[in-house]
């Protein structure tokens, strides 16, 4: 007999089984893209697919100048398998080869948390300089939960033989380096390569956190290297105070370990020091720092990274990606795993060249400009 009980109970079970099957047949929902242009001006996009990287795709299209922005679809990622090698099969190979299989690259990786700062002195010394005392605090204080290290010169060294003793062409030229502004040059590529994490000169303060330097649009899982601009002269002369047309910063850089940027530069240093040893002409006497180790061939391997058909596909390109691509940018762009900030975002305040002031929101670390790397009797404000 039907009793009101159990009608009442029946109807439930009957309503239950409904939404039930409604609810298993309907479309998840989709959240989509955000439609704010936060890399880049909208009318300043053109695709260039990313190719193969060391152990995958990179995982969107390269952004550089065109129209519209295309929605961001993010492709497989396929991993290349590692090949176990001894030693000395590893030593018979080319120096990238080497350095690949040490220190292998995943762009899906989270960026190391790590601060890299060098100085002759560490903060618990005396002795190391209260005109960095502050800005070196800034790191932390923006990065809670990083480890923040200020790696002195004896560290450095034991350091490097720690990292690189499986590569020593790398150790040999590193250690046979004849000025410390070399050797500190060549120090923040090293660790970036095989460490990750964010490298700042000692004379760099932080503005804001580095959660903030990728846009929110960007997944962080697709991006393996973010640099920013230093110069963007368009005086006629500018060949006279500059080293490029655009320059990218080495004084504020965050990597993930491996990233083939770093590796080439790596590579490229090495080789033209033990070249210059062999020659006998590794000396003091070096006039161009600048191209040898600073950030003329920081910028220029940049750009060959970027124009590397080993990395991008350029079958549709129109052409290089040049210098042109990047000034008078005002917002972020990307270019494969790369996100490249304006001029402000690293060199606020300067007063030339766009940059705006250092409450701008694009602000994130300023430079001082302290010339660290001069003897003390040369530099600005003579800290140490």
């Not at 020593?168 to 090293?190: G, N």
């Amino acid at each position: 007999m039907l009793t009101p009980r159990r009608a009442v109970i029946i109807a439930a079970l009957i309503i239950t089984f409904f939404f039930l099957l409604r609810s298993a047949h309907s479309p998840a929902p989709i959240i989509p893209d955000s439609t704010k242009d936060t890399v880049s001006e909208a009318e300043t996009h053109v695709e260039t697919t990313a190719k193969q990287l060391t152990t995958g795709q990179i995982p969107e299209k390269a952004v550089t100048s065109g129209s519209a922005k295309p929605p961001y679809q993010q492709p497989e990622l396929k991993k290349k398998p590692a090949t176990q090698q001894t030693l000395e099969d590893l030593a018979g190979k080319p120096l990238r080869d080497q350095l690949t299989y040490q220190f292998p690259y995943d762009v899906e990786d989270k960026f190391p948390a790590y601060i890299w700062q060098t100085w002759k002195h560490t903060p618990a010394s005396g002795e190391f300089g209260e005109a960095f005392r502050q800005p070196e605090a800034s790191w932390t204080e923006k990065h809670p939960g990083f480890v923040h290290e200020v790696i002195t010169d004896d560290i450095a060294l034991n350091l490097m033989r720690y990292l690189y003793a499986s590569v020593p062409e790398v150790l040999e030229a590193y250690t046979s380096l004849p000025l410390p502004i070399l050797k500190a040059d060549f120090f923040r590529y090293l660790i970036l390569l095989a460490r990750g994490g964010i490298y700042a000169d000692i004379d760099t303060s932080a503005l804001k956190s580095a959660a903030d330097w990728i846009p929110d649009d960007v997944p962080r899982s697709t991006i393996g290297l973010v640099v920013g601009i230093e110069a963007d002269p368009d005086r006629p002369d500018w060949e006279q105070w500059y080293s490029r047309r655009i320059q990218f910063c080495q004084w504020t850089i965050q990597s993930k370990p491996g990233h083939p940027v770093l590796r080439d530069i790596v590579a490229s240093i090495t080789e033209e020091t033990l070249r210059r040893k062999k020659a006998g002409i590794l000396t003091k006497e070096m006039k161009s720092v600048v191209e040898y180790t600073g950030p003329a061939i920081w910028t220029d391997k940049i750009f060959d990274f970027f124009n590397n058909e080993e990395y991008f596909d350029m079958s549709n390109s129109q052409g290089n990606i040049t210098w042109q691509n990047f000034t008078g940018m005002k917002r972020p762009k990307r270019v494969g795993d790369v996100v490249i900030l304006p001029i402000t975002s690293f060199s606020p305040g300067v007063g030339q060249m766009g940059a705006e002031e250092t409450d701008d929101p694009m602000a994130f670390v300023k430079h001082d400009f302290e010339g660290t790397w001069k003897p003390d009797n040369e530099r600005m404000g003579h800290a140490s």
